[in-house]
């Protein structure tokens, strides 16, 4: 399952930074606008422990992570939607990715240019988002003049369409994103094709600086209205220090724990954002384990046995029998899959079994 975040935001504000830090690899990462042009893609590594814990179970020669996309999108600026700045390329490049990793910089730092000459969080991300809704205004007007004449003469899909764009209109007018549009399922896949970027999940990263004037630490008045607006629109966030992260990317282990301790920075803000922005594309992972490899799997959560299945190959899918599934936290308190089947904790299941995060699963077919 291939799926992707772009890191957006406005200029200097850390994106190829916290890309770097992610991905090890490195991208210009300057103080100056629209330093980022074509966008970096880096595939990056789920923490997840208990892979180490059921390869020591079952001897495995291997073991393979899940996996999601980064991508370093070039910074946005006002009047992306009309083609200022790089918005052309910012606005193609984002609607090829799932889910939007929203960066926005909490610290004070008079070194590091703003491009909007003060740091004011919630207003970058009101700047950011108001171009993402006129950028997908224009995209709902075209589809509306396209379906204008079905529309008119009562076509029943044309009507149900139209009305589901006046509403998408209509959370815009009031600078709400497509995403906060309840829609059901049905309707989800009729503005599937637009590719509306405000219907993607939005994860917010609030980039600090160890050792600088960070609106959290200050309990700044800006952060407190940054929380309320998180706390009424129900978003999702992380806090991490980008520069931190990105000089601890060649260390590992205890020593790159020491390091980190050095520097000020006690828990690690990457693998908290690795994980946000999966658990933001609604996703979970099953766990297979044997001699060969022990894996992560990734599938959207919701997932039946058979569809689980069908991640590893489509033919799993369509020639699923049933499942035996164990929990990974009842698995390694057996000890083995022979004792947990002693214990009674390793079950089969069938076709409408829906599958759970950390489930270790064995499919027959």
Not at 101 to 123: F, K, M
Not at 135 to 148: E, L, N, Y
Request: hydrophobic share 40%; glycine share 8%; with cysteine.
């Amino acid at each position: 399952m291939s799926l992707s975040i772009g890191i957006v935001g406005l200029p200097n504000v850390g994106k190829s930074t916290l890309f770097n830090a992610l991905t090890k690899k490195s991208v210009p990462a300057e103080n100056y606008p629209f330093c980022t042009i074509d966008p970096s893609v880096g595939n990056v590594i789920v923490p997840d422990p208990r892979l180490e814990v059921l390869s020591k179970i079952s001897g495995s020669k291997r073991i393979v992570p899940a996996m999601v996309s980064f991508v370093d999108i070039a910074g946005l600026v006002k009047g992306a939607s009309e083609g200022h700045g790089l918005g052309n390329q910012f606005l193609s490049h984002i609607r090829e990715t799932d889910a939007i990793a929203e960066v926005v910089r909490i610290y004070e730092n008079g070194d590091l240019i703003h491009v909007e000459g003060t740091v004011d969080p919630l207003r970058d991300i009101d700047i950011i988002n108001m171009e993402l809704i006129l950028a997908d205004m224009q995209t709902v007007d075209k589809r509306m003049q396209t379906i204008a004449h079905d529309f008119k003469r009562g076509d029943k899909e044309a009507v149900k369409f139209h009305g589901i764009l006046e509403e998408i209109k209509k959370a815009f007018d009031a600078g709400k994103l497509a995403n906060s549009v309840k829609l059901d399922e049905e309707e989800q896949k009729l503005l599937r094709d637009l590719h509306l970027i405000t219907m993607k999940p939005i994860l917010y990263v609030l980039n600090k600086q160890s050792g600088g004037k960070n609106l959290d630490e200050m309990k700044d008045g800006r952060w407190e209205k940054l929380m309320d607006y998180f706390k009424q629109n129900k978003y999702h966030y992380v806090v991490v220090d980008a520069k931190i992260e990105d000089e601890l990317k060649e260390f590992e282990g205890a020593e790159k724990e020491e390091m980190r301790n050095e520097l000020g920075a006690h828990d690690s803000g990457v693998d908290g954002l690795i994980k946000a922005g999966y658990d933001t594309l609604g996703l979970e992972t099953y766990l297979t384990t044997g001699e060969m490899e022990t894996r992560a799997w990734t599938i959207h959560k919701g997932s039946t046995a058979p569809v689980a299945a069908g991640v590893i190959h489509s033919d799993f899918e369509h020639k699923f029998i049933r499942a035996e599934v164990v929990s990974y936290e009842d698995l390694v308190k057996a000890g083995s899959f022979a004792e947990a089947r002693n214990k009674g904790t390793l079950r089969t299941e069938g076709k409408d079994y829906i599958v759970k995060d950390g489930d270790v699963v064995e499919f027959k077919i």
